[in-house]
Every structure is written in structure tokens, then in C-alpha cells.
């Protein structure tokens, strides 16, 4: 199934939108058709013009956006457009809010809905801005030893390959895509089997893991970007994908100046702007089209 397809039909559930973007006090988004981009609560502004400070911006993001290639794409645009210089630290969405807890980065582009909420709450960001979203597939060995392939449910799956006891193998790193595990954990009315031998953490990022899966011949999850970055010509197949519980949306937050006086407060909100001017996510709408036939990343346009 093409991507773009696939996430259209997730984002066709309002009611996971919402979990995934809203807040207590944004209004209810109108249900997105089939064949739009879905509507969220978070709108992305219109960028207005920043003087850039010429000064080193700490970009602190997932794996994922490395791992994928978007990185090597955006960065260079970035500094072309501005004279600024991007260290990017490039760790689970977990340890990269961390970073922005201590005032350590000046800017984060992660995927971990609950966490950021919660960051936010803190007062550590502002101007939490919705980027683009893809979704999540499980992948494992061809023969399958769980018998997932094919599920809908993406909880029951999980279920599955507990009864099997199957060889799972999670990041455990705290990013978003070890939350969403977790949650699909939840979701399955199980506790995260911590300490069972057939279920190990990696503690790397995707890339790796999805490495470590593959030689070890055991299941994982994936964001779709990098499984698609990564595959090699022996790359374990998708085994669950469509469910609406692997919705993944991706935020640019910039660190709250006011809380950490010390941080590039006028390069952070230019990169936010430039993540979401219109040029910018054209570049991330087109990314991966040329080598896998579609997008890696749906932007945000409306």
C-alpha cells in the first residue's frame, strides 16, 4: 500500500488526531477526508520574517529524522537560507525534550505527543507547531513465528507475539517510538514485559535496532521513514501496518528563552518558521519520492 494512501486512511480517525495534537483549550477539528491532508487542532502559522542571529543553533531531534535522510536535506537548506550553523544532536524524542528541560538546545523537532504535552505544561517550550507525521509499521521475520501478519490491530499483535514469545526487540530509550510501543503495550491490557527473555532493549536508535532485529530474527517497531531508509535487500518485511493506534506526527518546539535566558531564542524561532514556511514543506512533501515512489513524511500544508 502507498504511503500516502495508508495515512490518509489513519488520519481519517478524528478521535486519534485529537490524542495525538490538541489541547484542553483548542476546539474540535472537523473530520479530514480521504483524500485531503488531516485537519488538527495545531495549526501551523504563517512564517513571518526573522533576522537570523548568524550564531550556532543546537537542533536537538530524533533518530528518525536522521536516520531517514530529511536531516541531510532540511540542515543545509536551513543554513543556506540564514548564515547559521546547526549542531544537531540527533537522540530519542525522550532524551531530546531532556535537552530542552535543561535549556541544553535551542530548538526540538521530535514525535512524542504525550511527552511534549506534558513539556509544555512545564513551561519549557513555546510555539509548539505541528511539521508532518508518517506512521508506524511492525516488523519481524518472514516466517512470522507470532502469526501477525496481516492483523488490523496493532494491540492484538503485540498480544500475539507475548503468547509466542517471540523475540522482541525494543529501543527502551525513552523516544517516541519506545512510547508507542508502550502504548500499544497499554492498549493490549499488558504490562512492557521487562525481564522476559524473549524481550530485549537495545538502547540505540532506530537504524540500529532495526538492525539488531534483523540479525537476531526477532519482531520490532518502526517508523515507516526509516524502516523505508533502511531497507536492505534483506530487510525483514512489514508485518502490521493501517492501524489507526501507529498515527505518528512529528512537532518543532522552540525552548522557552524566559525559562533559559541563554539559548539562541532568535535562530530557534527561525528555524520553527522555516520548518513551516511553505517552501520548506514542499522540500519534506517530496522527500523519498524519487527513490521509493512516495513521501517518507506527509507535511503539514493547511
Known amino acids: 500500500m502507498r504511503l500516502r494512501s495508508l495515512i490518509f486512511s489513519i488520519a481519517a480517525i478524528p478521535a486519534l488526531l485529537l490524542a495525538a495534537c490538541g489541547t484542553a483549550e ?119 513465528p507470532a502469526k501477525i501478519k496481516g492483523m488490523k490491530d496493532s494491540a492484538a499483535a503485540m498480544k500475539a507475539i507475548q503468547d509466542a514469545k517471540a523475540p522482541f526487540y525494543s529501543r527502551g530509550d525513552n523516544s517516541g517510538t519506545h512510547a508507542a510501543e508502550q502504548t500499544l503495550w497499554k492498549a493490549a491490557n499488558l504490562a512492557v514485559p521487562k525481564g522476559q527473555p524473549w524481550y530485549a532493549e537495545t538502547g540505540q536508535g532506530m537504524g540500529a535496532t532495526l538492525t539488531v532485529a534483523l540479525e537476531k530474527n526477532g519482531y520490532t517497531i518502526s517508523d515507516r521513514a526509516t524502516w523505508l531508509a533502511s531497507a536492505k535487500k534483506d530487510q525483514q518485511p512489514i508485518l502490521v501496518e493501517g492501524d489507526a493506534k501507529l498515527f505518528n506526527v512529528y512537532h518543532v518546539i522552540p525552548v522557552n528563552p524566559e525559562k533559559f535566558p541563554a539559548v539562541n531564542k532568535t535562530s530557534a524561532e527561525q528555524f520553527r518558521q522555516f520548518m513551516v514556511a511553505k517552501d520548506t514543506l514542499s522540500v519534506i512533501g517530496n522527500f523519498g519520492k524519487d527513490k521509493y515512489g512516495a513521501p517518507l513524511f506527509i507535511a503539514y500544508t493547511e
Not at 472537523?30 to 513571518?48: L, M, N, V
Not at 512545564?122 to 508532518?132: K, L, S
Request: charge should be neutral.
Open 26 to 144: 483548542t476546539p474540535k477539528a472537523p473530520a479530514p477526508s480521504a483524500t485531503t491532508a488531516p485537519a488538527t487542532p495545531t495549526a501551523s502559522p504563517t512564517p513571518t520574517a526573522v533576522k537570523s542571529s548568524g550564531k550556532e543553533l543546537i537542533l536537538a531531534t530524533t533518530t528518525s529524522t536522521q536516520d531517514s535522510g530529511l536531516l541531510d536535506v532540511i540542515v543545509p537548506l536551513y543554513e543556506k537560507q540564514t548564515g547559521d550553523k546547526v549542531k544537531v544532536i540527533a537522540v530519542g524524542s525522550g532524551a531530546a525534550l531532556e535537552l530542552g528541560r535543561k535549556g541544553n538546545a535551542d530548538v526540538l523537532l521530535v514525535h512524542s505527543p504525550a511527552a511534549e504535552e506534558a513539556y509544555m505544561k512545564e513551561g519549557a517550550g513555546i510555539n509548539r507547531t505541528r511539521v508532518m507525521y508518517n506512521d508506524f509499521v511492525i516488523v519481524g521475520p518472514a516466517a512470522d
